[in-house]
């Protein structure tokens, strides 16, 4: 734990980097590969805790996966062939593990209890836990299945036609999980589209889905087959190199390799409307995520109205929007994006209060932050609050600001990104 001391004031960034493999993707190659018959090799696949915990579930549930140096082998058994495991099975601070395997579970005919840490301990499940719960699993929970740790018995489940509340690719996931194991047909309905990295899975492991505006449809009862699936390096994580080299003095970065998923690049569509210096060149993909390199210079940014379906397509890269915004002439709005009250941390609240500590002009509202801009930033002592993507913000911020910075549990950035501060000093 304890304090950490950030760089501040570069003057320039300039080189290459890979990022670390996409988290949404890895989750769930290991997933699919799982319940998959045969073998399913994962290149690419991001070696950070959250994606470890998912391998670590499907081990209990009977699943052999080998780990070498730049693979994941995952030896499928089925869906039949997981077992009950002896133990609860953990989730640590991974919302995609439980929320996905939650689907999985409530067609299998035995019984799980599923916990995680504090911060999982206090983020909603019933999102999940209530379709499941209406296909025929039988789910309980602290205050009615809110809350871990969850216990579910699940086998002889229904498919169900249901609208979800939340533009969501967790609960999406989720359910169409289940429906893949239920009899009869299952669709989902949103009410803006969310992340489709579930869909094209089920595709490239053989299955079919049926997608229309913004309902997805699958029918019960499918084999899938092992594949070989190359991840994409991780835009999310790719987001906050992007605004670094945006707003540091004489700098220019090139990020290879990133997924260019149309459901995922809401960040690049941001920049590009606020003027940022980018040019991409899309990748032939041998996969069926689209990829490319982002080149990104120094820019002269303006504000911006961020809303609507936009917010399901970078709900994750909104805390590192903020500080881009600080860096933008005139006042950008953030709405439409109580979402962030439920992540890792309540990122409405933790954005405004860390970068309002570094001195930015920054206001939080009920669904989401206006940010005035152009500010310089000065220094302080921030923290991540144990939030991964609220670390890797502030360490970004630091960059441009006048005094020292120290950084309170930076410890959480290696959830998703664990090799950050190497890339970070590498492009210095």
């Given at each position: 734990m304890g304090k950490h001391t950030l760089k501040t004031n570069i003057t320039s960034l300039k080189g290459d980097i890979i990022v670390p493999g996409d988290k949404s993707i890895s989750h769930r190659s290991v997933m699919f590969g799982a319940v998959a018959e045969g073998v399913t090799t994962v290149t690419g696949f991001l070696m950070g805790e959250d994606c470890l915990s998912t391998v670590s579930c499907f081990r209990q549930l009977g699943v052999e996966i080998e780990e070498t140096a730049d693979q994941m082998v995952i030896h499928g058994k089925?869906?039949?062939?997981?077992?009950?495991?002896?133990?609860?099975?953990?989730?640590?601070?991974?919302?995609?593990?439980?929320?996905?395997?939650?689907?999985?579970?409530?067609?299998?005919?035995?019984?799980?209890?599923?916990?995680?840490?504090?911060?999982?301990?206090?983020?909603?499940?019933?999102?999940?836990?209530?379709?499941?719960?209406?296909?025929?699993?039988?789910?309980?929970?602290?205050?009615?299945?809110?809350?871990?740790?969850?216990?579910?018995?699940?086998?002889?489940?229904?498919?169900?036609?249901?609208?979800?509340?939340?533009?969501?690719?967790?609960?999406?996931?989720?359910?169409?999980?289940?429906?893949?194991?239920?009899?009869?047909?299952?669709?989902?309905?949103?009410?803006?589209?969310?992340?489709?990295?579930?869909?094209?899975?089920?595709?490239?492991?053989s299955g079919t889905v049926e997608e229309n505006g913004l309902s997805v449809s699958v029918r019960g009862g499918q084999v899938l087959k092992g594949t070989n699936i190359k991840v994409p390096g991780d835009i999310s994580s790719a987001a906050f190199f992007l605004v670094a080299g945006a707003i540091v003095p004489n700098s220019c970065i090139t990020l290879k390799n990133v997924g260019l998923n149309p459901t995922r690049t809401g960040i690049i569509d941001v920049m590009l409307e606020m003027g940022a210096d980018m040019t991409i060149e899309p990748l032939v993909a041998e996969q069926t995520e689209p990829v490319g390199d982002i080149t990104i210079r120094t820019s002269h940014l303006k504000g911006t109205t961020i809303g609507g379906d936009l917010i399901p397509r970078l709900i994750d890269e909104i805390p590192i929007i903020a500080l881009l915004a600080t860096q933008a002439e005139g006042e950008t709005v953030i709405r439409d994006a109580q979402e962030l009250k439920v992540k890792e941390t309540n990122r409405i609240d933790t954005v405004v209060q860390e970068l309002s500590k570094l001195g930015a002009d920054i206001t939080a509202t009920d669904d989401g932050m206006i940010i005035k801009g152009k500010n310089k930033l000065a220094g302080g002592v921030v923290s991540s609050h144990g939030d991964h993507r609220i670390g890797m913000m502030l360490a970004v911020a630091a960059l441009i600001c006048k005094q020292d910075v120290s950084l309170e549990q930076k410890e959480a950035i290696s959830v998703s990104y664990p090799q950050f501060f190497t890339d970070l000093e590498k492009l210095m």
């Open positions: 089925g869906w039949d062939g997981l077992v009950e495991p002896k133990e609860v099975l953990n989730v640590g601070n991974s919302g995609t593990t439980i929320r996905l395997l939650m689907g999985i579970l409530a067609g299998r005919p035995f019984h799980t209890t599923l916990i995680g840490d504090e911060s999982i301990g206090k983020r909603p499940m019933t999102r999940v836990t209530k379709p499941l719960s209406s296909m025929g699993a039988k789910i309980e929970g602290r205050q009615f299945g809110e809350y871990t740790p969850l216990s579910i018995r699940g086998g002889g489940i229904s498919g169900i036609e249901y609208a979800s509340p939340v533009a969501s690719a967790q609960v999406k996931s989720a359910i169409l999980l289940a429906g893949l194991q239920a009899d009869g047909i299952t669709t989902v309905v949103e009410p803006e589209k969310s992340r489709d990295h579930t869909e094209r899975m089920i595709r490239q492991f």
